[in-house]
T-cell receptor, first 114, second 116 residues
């Protein structure tokens, strides 16, 4: 079975630009969560979506937004990029929306902002 | 959110048992104890979770103190593939949805090195 897939693998942008990251969950999973991992730190929770509705939001500015599509895939959008947005962006899926459901992570998208 | 404290790093020899400690003195009654690990250049992967009783699965065992203020992840025979950062995380299932409730709140974890 295919795991969580993310695209692109790597991305280079300049300050002020906009970026869209994509995630396809494991087949049958209805919840998608997004995390940001800065080098040397643990992942930080950004958003959770379940059945196309936002179920949770971490402490990130409004420049960060996300959505989930009818096929349960998801996009993370970041506007007005800052140097500090350089990080590994991880997507995780789970079959249900309950907080205790095991999350399965993708390999991440490495974003570099110059 | 309830916090966890883990050593920054630990070393082990291959094929020996490894005990990774985690302190969570402010744990609440509705907090599950989860362990995830992150191998180099990969996303985190689920290892094990528990509430009150000790738990075993094919990857590891989780020993939970009687007062639940600490727990230990046990790898019975470390392999080189077990070299990773191990995260101990509390997940609150008693508060419902909204904010970051119940989602994975990662700390810095313990970096485990395994020597051949």
């Amino acid at each position: 079975d295919a795991g969580v897939t993310q695209s692109p693998t790597h991305l280079i942008k300049t300050r002020g630009q906009h970026v869209t990251l994509r995630c396809s969950p494991i087949s049958g999973h209805k919840s998608v969560s997004w995390y940001q991992q800065v080098l040397g730190q643990g992942p930080q929770f950004i958003f959770q979506y379940y059945e196309k509705e936002e179920r949770g939001r971490g402490n990130f500015p409004d420049r960060f937004s996300a959505r989930q599509f009818p096929n349960y895939s998801s996009e993370l959008n970041v506007n007005a990029l800052l140097l500090g947005d350089s990080a590994l962006y991880l997507c995780a899926s789970s079959w249900g929306g309950a907080p205790y459901n095991e999350q399965f992570f993708g390999p991440g998208t490495r974003l570099t902002v110059l | 959110d309830a916090k966890t404290t883990q050593p920054n790093s630990m070393e082990s020899n291959e094929e020996e048992p490894v005990h990774l400690p985690c302190n969570h003195s402010t744990i609440s009654g509705t907090d599950y104890i989860h362990w995830y690990r992150q191998l180099p250049s990969q996303g985190p992967e689920y290892v094990i979770h528990g509430l009150t009783s000790n738990v075993n699965n094919r990857m590891a065992s989780l020993a939970i103190a009687e007062d639940r203020k600490s727990s230990t992840l046990i790898l019975h025979r470390a392999t080189l593939r077990d070299a990773a950062v191990y995260y101990c995380i509390l997940r609150d299932v008693g508060e419902g949805y909204g904010g970051s409730q119940g989602n994975l709140i990662f700390g810095k974890g313990t970096k485990l090195s395994v020597k051949p």
